[in-house]
């Protein structure tokens, strides 16, 4: 009987071993993985900070840069960025992190949807014609760069930092991240104005000679002409399509020209032209959000282009009755 104790307590002994053994070298995983993880995301936050401090210095400071040199540098960034939104998706995220993986993961795609923007209205911005709009546009999303800052600095990185406190892991903290470095100075129009009027062969003239001027030609809900006077009724049998034809009516060509449709004052779609040649017309197609009912009144807009002086014929009111 004491040897069978004796057996029986040694075997006991070695499970609590295994056990013990197990559960650390489960640990020691885990603590790997977390520290893997941080080391992963702090890596790419380094290099977005490397990237975005070259992206504003070439805003403030472009010197001797062409404006097909300065587009393409932007190209260049928007590119870099979209590795950036790759790598965070491609994370190996430990189960502790998934809600810090979610916020992360937010953040760059707001950085990469606003440097995409960005970088697309950017030789427009360096033209001579549609700058106003197009620099407009590029403040807008330095908004957008400003509020992943924010989330990051006040979700994603305490979330992680959270995570490898509550098991244990210091020194792998990740780092601060800010990609606009002066928001008060960068979601101002005026200041990135004043940065790409300085880029060689710019401009920022808002305006050329000669006569500007848009005219809509048509509108159509799936095929079926708008009048502009009396009611024309269309079937619903699908989602809404209008279809609005503008021309170019001016003597030179016009870049980044906005075409809206209002439906009873509510909320306002739109679709943009990249570019329209002198005498050439255009047809874009604006998908309603909803099906409307009954009659309603759809307000279509082309909005004038800088320089514009005879503006009628930019917008036409519609009485519509869908079945």
Same mark, same amino acid.
């Given at each position: 009987m004491l040897r069978r104790g004796a057996a029986l307590a040694a075997g006991l002994l070695v499970l609590i071993l295994v056990v013990l053994g197990v559960r650390g070298?489960?640990?020691?995983?885990?603590?790997?993985?977390?520290?893997?993880?941080?080391?992963?995301?702090?890596?790419?936050?380094?290099?977005?900070?490397?990237?975005?401090? +070259?992206?504003?210095?070439? @805003?403030?400071?472009?010197?001797?840069? *062409?404006?097909?040199?300065? !587009?393409?540098? $932007?190209?260049?960034?928007?590119?870099?960025?979209?590795?950036?939104?790759?790598?965070?998706?491609?994370?190996?995220?430990?189960g502790d992190m998934s809600n810090a993986q979610d916020s992360l993961e937010l953040v760059y795609e707001l950085r990469g949807s606003a440097m995409e923007e960005i970088a697309e209205q950017m030789s427009t911005a360096l033209g001579d014609v549609g700058s106003e709009k197009a620099t407009e546009k590029i403040a807008k999303q330095m908004s957008v760069l400003t509020a992943s800052d924010v989330l990051y600095a006040e979700v994603a990185r305490p979330e992680i930092n959270g995570v490898l406190a509550d098991n244990g892991i210091e020194g792998d903290d990740v780092p601060k991240s800010v990609f606009v470095p002066d928001p008060t100075?960068?979601?101002?129009?005026? +200041?990135?104005?004043?940065? @790409?009027?300085?880029?060689?062969?710019? *401009?920022?003239?808002?305006? !050329?000679?000669? $006569?500007?001027?848009?005219?809509?030609?048509?509108?159509?809900v799936n095929g079926t002409e708008l009048a502009a006077e009396g009611t024309t009724s269309v079937t619903a049998e699908e989602t809404p399509e209008v279809e609005v034809t503008v021309q170019n009516q001016g003597e030179s060509t016009e870049n980044g020209i906005t075409v809206s449709v209002t439906v009873s004052g509510g909320e306002t779609l739109q679709q943009d032209i990249a570019s329209l040649e002198a005498g050439v017309e255009e047809t874009v197609t604006i998908p309603l959000a909803r099906t409307p009912k009954g009659e309603v009144t759809l307000e279509v807009e082309a909005e004038p282009v800088p320089g514009e002086e005879v503006s009628e014929n930019n917008e036409a009111s519609y009485t519509v009755v869908f079945e």
């Open positions: 070298c489960l640990n020691a995983r885990k603590h790997r993985a977390l520290s893997d993880y941080a080391r992963n995301v702090t890596q790419i936050v380094d290099e977005t900070e490397q990237r975005s401090k +070259a992206f504003f210095e070439k @805003l403030e400071d472009p010197g001797s840069l *062409s404006v097909t040199e300065f !587009v393409a540098e $932007v190209n260049a960034d928007r590119s870099a960025m979209d590795g950036f939104v790759a790598r965070v998706d491609g994370l190996d995220t430990p100075e960068w979601l101002d129009e005026s +200041a990135i104005v004043a940065a @790409l009027g300085s880029v060689s062969g710019s *401009s920022t003239e808002s305006e !050329v000679p000669g $006569v500007h001027g848009l005219g809509l030609l048509g509108t159509s």
